[in-house]
T-cell receptor, first 115, second 115 residues
Framework: AQSVSQHNHHVILSEAASLELGCNYS??????LFWYVQYPGQHLQLLLK??????LVKGIKGFEAEFIKSKFSFNLRKPSVQWSDTAEYFC?????????????FGAGTRLAVHP | DTGVSQDPRHKITKRGQNVTFRCDPI?????LYWYRQTLGQGPEFLTY????????KSRLLSDRFSAERPKGSFSTLEIQRTEQGDSAMYLC?????????????FGEGSWLTVV
């Protein structure tokens, strides 16, 4: 079955540190890839998405992610985090296989940024 | 803003009671999804509608759960004879497939506590 793995469950950083959150998925066909963010007490919001084309995608708030097909990875990066980036981050995949069309989430990574 | 709206936002119910959640998707979105999220986990897929047709149901959706989307607009998720294990956040999402892919937008969720 298709699955999404996020390697880090908890990450603690100081402001201005660089961030990279890992995401791997298990599916060999066409995929749409997403990163969602959930700030404390708020709903899931889309950070960025990859459908096709340039594998380096830029999202909101200075985030970017790189799709590496050979590694089945879609890691999220930000060069310099801020305290306001404290949130939970979810990687998600839509795998296209006939009628298979649902968004599968990873378990999430909790990011805490200290001032 | 006509985002995905869910009602009620919070529900506390006694074990054995029935509960119903409503979801109003973004207008013109023909796809509607229900997910469940528990603390420390990513959202888990429950079911998916395209217009009024329920196209897929997760094995997580036991016989006590039923979802409808009678006119292809709003949807309801009913849980009968609630159990403590049903306590979770129930998320609704909607999307519209377009030429560039399928971006799914989430509502703020309905918290269910079964006591």
């Amino acid at each position: 079955a298709q699955s999404v793995s996020q390697h880090n469950h908890h990450v603690i950083l100081s402001e201005a540190a660089s961030l990279e959150l890992g995401c791997n998925y298990s599916y060999g066909g066409t995929v749409n890839l997403f990163w969602y963010v959930q700030y404390p007490g708020q709903h899931l919001q889309l950070l960025l998405k990859y459908f096709s084309g340039d594998p380096l995608v830029k999202g909101i708030k200075g985030f970017e992610a790189e799709f590496i097909k050979s590694k089945f990875s879609f890691n999220l990066r930000k060069p310099s985090v801020q305290w306001s980036d404290t949130a939970e981050y979810f990687c998600a995949v839509i795998a296209f296989s006939g009628g298979y069309n649902k968004l599968i989430f990873g378990a999430g990574t909790r990011l805490a940024v200290h001032p | 803003d006509t985002g995905v709206s869910q009602d009620p936002r919070h529900k506390i119910t006694k074990r054995g009671q029935n509960v119903t959640f409503r979801c109003d998707p973004i207008s013109e979105h023909n796809r509607l999804y229900w997910y469940r999220q528990t603390l420390g986990q990513g959202p888990e897929f429950l079911t998916y509608f395209q217009n009024e047709a329920q196209l897929e149901k997760s094995r997580l959706l036991s016989d006590r759960f039923s979802a409808e989307r009678p006119k292809g607009s709003f949807s309801t998720l009913e849980i009968q004879r609630t159990e403590q294990g049903d306590s979770a956040m129930y998320l609704c999402a909607s999307s519209r497939q377009d030429y560039s892919g399928n971006t799914i937008y989430f509502g703020e969720g309905s918290w269910l506590t079964v006591v």
